[in-house]
C-alpha cells in the first residue's frame, strides 16, 4: 500500500475564491484520482490526474471548475475555482500503484472543505 | 449506478462476528467484489476483495457464493472501532470504483 497525505485537512472559505489542495504519495503511483463526498452522501468520482497531460473528468465535473495538475509520479493537486456554498464536501485523494489486473485503489485521509 | 445491494444499517455486539451481506446478482464473471470501510468522514479504507474463492486477510473474511450473485463480508470479532460505513463494490478490470451508498455498521458494547 501507500502512504498518502492530504493538504490542508481541512478549511473554511469563503465564496467566489478558490482553494487548492494538495495530494502527495510516498511512492510513484501509476494512477491518481480525486473524489468528492458531499454531506450525508457517498463518493463521486471527479476526475483521473494523469501525468503530463490534461486530466480525464467524469460526467458533470469540468477542468475550469474544477482544474487538476499532476507533474509527477508522487504528486497531484486539485483546485476548487469560484467556490459556492454547494462546493461544501469532503475532497479524496486516491491512487493505484499499477496497472495489474487486479489492483487495489488507496485513499487519503481527505479534505473537508466549508465554504460560507 | 452501483451493481450492488447493501443494507442500510446494522448493529453488532463487541466481540461478536459482524456479518455484512451484499447482493450482486447481474456480477459478470471478470468482475471482482471488493469491500472498503469509511469511519466517520475518513477516507475509505480497503478492507478485502475477492472473484469467486474466499478470501482472508488480517482485517476480514469474504465469502462469495458460488453462484457469486452474493457475498459476505465477516469481521470476526467486532470491536468499537470497527463502527464504520461498509461499502461493498464489483469492479471489473481497473475501471472506475463506484460507491453506493453502503451499510452503516454500529458495534454496540
Known amino acids: 500500500s501507500a502512504v498518502i497525505s492530504q493538504k490542508p485537512s481541512r478549511d473554511i472559505c469563503q465564496r467566489g475564491t478558490s482553494l487548492t489542495i494538495q495530494c502527495q504519495v510516498d511512492s510513484q503511483v501509476t494512477m491518481m484520482f480525486w473524489y468528492r463526498q458531499q454531506p450525508g452522501q457517498s463518493l463521486t468520482l471527479i476526475a483521473t490526474a494523469n501525468q503530463g497531460s490534461e486530466a480525464t473528468y467524469e460526467s458533470g465535473f469540468v477542468i475550469d471548475k474544477f482544474p487538476i495538475s499532476r507533474p509527477n509520479l508522487t504528486f497531484s493537486t486539485l483546485t476548487v475555482s469560484n467556490m459556492s456554498p454547494e462546493d461544501s464536501s469532503i475532497y479524496l485523494c486516491?491512487?493505484?500503484?499499477?496497472?495489474?489486473?487486479?489492483?487495489?485503489?488507496?485513499f487519503g485521509p481527505g479534505t473537508r472543505l466549508t465554504v460560507l | 449506478d452501483a451493481k450492488t445491494t447493501q443494507p442500510t444499517s446494522m448493529d453488532c455486539a463487541e466481540g461478536r462476528a459482524a456479518n455484512l451481506p451484499c447482493n450482486h446478482s447481474t456480477i459478470s464473471g471478470n468482475e471482482y467484489v471488493y469491500w472498503y470501510r469509511q469511519i466517520h468522514s475518513q477516507g475509505p479504507q480497503y478492507i478485502i476483495h475477492?472473484?469467486?474463492n474466499n478470501e482472508t486477510n488480517e482485517m476480514a473474511s469474504l465469502i462469495i457464493t458460488e453462484d457469486r450473485k452474493s457475498s459476505t463480508l465477516i469481521l470476526p470479532h467486532a470491536t468499537l472501532r470497527d463502527t464504520a460505513v461498509y461499502y461493498c463494490?464489483?469492479?471489473?478490470?481497473?475501471?472506475?470504483?463506484?460507491f453506493g451508498t453502503g451499510t452503516r455498521l454500529t458495534i454496540i458494547p
Open positions: 486516491s491512487v493505484e500503484m499499477t496497472r495489474n489486473f487486479p489492483d487495489t485503489q488507496y
Open positions: 463494490i464489483v469492479r471489473f478490470g481497473n475501471e472506475k470504483l463506484t
Open positions: 475477492g472473484l469467486k
